[in-house]
T-cell receptor, first 114, second 115 residues
Framework: GQNIDQPTEMTATEGAIVQINCTYQTSGFNGLFWYQQHAGEAPTFLSYNVLDGLEEKGRFSSFLSRSKGYSYLLLKELQMKDSASYLC???????????????FGGGTRVLVKP | DAGVIQSPRHEVTEMGQEVTLRCKPISGHNSLFWYRQTMMRGLELLIYFNNNVPIDDSGMPEDRFSAKMPNASFSTLKIQPSEPRDSAVYFCASSPSGRPYNEQFFGPGTRLTVL
């Protein structure tokens, strides 16, 4: 099985930086995803890491350390519209043929204040 | 691209009734996933299909839940009989193959309320 932990809630100020941590335990790691979910809406894909290091995509960056079972999502120059839940998800190779199964963490609700 | 289509968007029913949720994946995607999301349990995978074949249904709560994918463009999730604890948002997602990371694209969800 898998165990994915991330903080429940974080608050930050507009224009600031926030880092959302995610730790995981899995038997067959095959990639880590970050999704954004606004209240009442569906999750949308933000980033993907499978190798160690930092992936940068505009204001958002995601980091992975496979040896530590650790990832973080960094949100820079926060805007009010960034208020949302951020879900960490781990893909496991699994024992079945199509290893595309994701297990999601509970999500971190980020509140951006003016 | 129309994205993943789900229907209905909202469903209110009484305990004991049968509920059928529908999903049309993005054309060309060969994997389809059904998730359930609640405040208490977060986003949970119920079942997923690859090329219309169920691959992993270990997340299906119990025999009251069943899912089918008769063809590449349609899937259903059925609950019979429904119970109040089934109240949740049910998401369908699809993903392609052959790309580096095969991210999942989520539909808008069906908000189910069982009274």
């Amino acid at each position: 099985g898998q165990n994915i932990d991330q903080p429940t809630e974080m608050t930050a100020t507009e224009g600031a930086i926030v880092q959302i941590n995610c730790t995981y335990q899995t038997s067959g790691f095959n990639g880590l995803f970050w999704y954004q979910q606004h209240a009442g809406e569906a999750p949308t894909f933000l980033s993907y890491n499978v190798l160690d290091g930092l992936e940068e995509k505009g204001r958002f960056s995601s980091f992975l350390s496979r040896s530590k079972g650790y990832s973080y999502l960094l949100l820079k120059e926060l805007q009010m519209k960034d208020s949302a839940s951020y879900l960490c998800a781990v893909r496991d190779r699994g024992i079945k043929a199509a290893g595309n199964k994701l297990t999601f963490g509970g999500g971190t609700r980020v509140l951006v204040k003016p | 691209d129309a994205g993943v289509i789900q229907s209905p968007r909202h469903e209110v029913t009484e305990m004991g009734q049968e509920v059928t949720l529908r999903c049309k994946p993005i054309s060309g995607h060969n994997s389809l996933f059904w998730y359930r999301q609640t405040m208490m349990r977060g986003l949970e995978l119920l079942i997923y299909f690859n090329n219309n074949v169920p691959i992993d249904d270990s997340g299906m709560p119990e025999d009251r839940f069943s899912a089918k994918m008769p063809n590449a463009s349609f899937s259903t999730l059925k609950i019979q009989p429904s119970e109040p604890r089934d109240s949740a948002v049910y998401f369908c997602a699809s993903s392609p193959s052959g790309r580096p990371y095969n991210e999942q694209f989520f539909g808008p969800g069906t908000r189910l309320t069982v009274l």
